[in-house]
């Protein structure tokens, strides 16, 4: 069976609320490094709206780089499970701090995956700071030192957040639903 046509369904977590709760973060963080060797990780795809918020809320020297990796395959609403290195880090991560900069964790195979990668590469620390926290689908549980906000398991869209591609431009947190029409043709019992 086809999976039904999605749109953008009810804000989970709005703009402001947003922007309050990174502006903290960035603040805590800010304590944690000062003065300290640190790279900002963002990982691609997802991360690259609250990299881009988080890093400005940040205020002590950073360097910031870019990891893709890839788990859900495009019109899935489910990880695969096999995590895929797209760009790689160049940067040599060895004598600095590395805190890894995610949209959501999830299963948290992807991070699982990152974490064991980066401890090859010697960095002085690893921490983790990830937006959003499903908790109830965790199959690797992943210590998040820096966290945005937990969420039910919902398929959530915006901020950096995409379903097949899209989306990822919405200022707040949504959860993708499937539209009125296909509802009825897959009506709960
Ligand atoms: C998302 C998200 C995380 C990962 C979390 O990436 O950005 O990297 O899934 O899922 P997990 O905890 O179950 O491993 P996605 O594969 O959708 O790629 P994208 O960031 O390019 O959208």
Redesign the pocket.
């Known amino acids: 069976m086809t999976e039904p046509t999605m749109r953008i369904g009810k804000i989970l977590i709005d703009e402001a609320t947003i922007s309050r709760r990174v502006a903290e973060l960035g603040g805590i963080i800010t304590e944690q490094y000062r003065g300290q060797p640190l790279v900002v990780l963002a990982?691609?795809?997802?991360?690259f709206v609250f990299a881009a918020d988080l890093l400005r809320a940040i205020d002590t020297p950073l360097a910031v780089e870019f990891v893709?990796?890839?788990?859900?395959l495009g019109g899935s609403t489910s990880?695969s499970g096999v995590?895929e290195i797209t760009p790689d880090v160049k940067y040599p991560l060895g004598g600095h701090h590395v805190l890894v900069d995610?949209?959501?964790?999830?299963?948290?195979?992807?991070?699982?995956y990152l974490i064991k990668n980066l401890a090859t590469r010697n960095p002085l620390s690893v921490r983790i700071a990830a937006l959003l926290h499903k908790p109830s689908?965790t199959?690797k549980p992943?210590p998040i030192d820096y966290l945005g906000f937990e969420i039910p398991d919902e398929f959530v869209i915006g901020y950096?957040?995409?379903y097949d591609g899209r989306y990822?431009n919405l200022p707040h947190i949504a959860v993708l639903q499937p539209d009125d029409e296909q509802l009825a043709l897959f009506p709960t019992p």
Do not use: A, H, M, P
């Open positions: 990982v691609l795809k997802g991360s893709g990796l890839r788990s859900y990880t995590v995610e949209d959501i964790v999830d299963t948290g195979l992807t991070l699982d689908r199959l992943i950096g957040l995409d990822r």
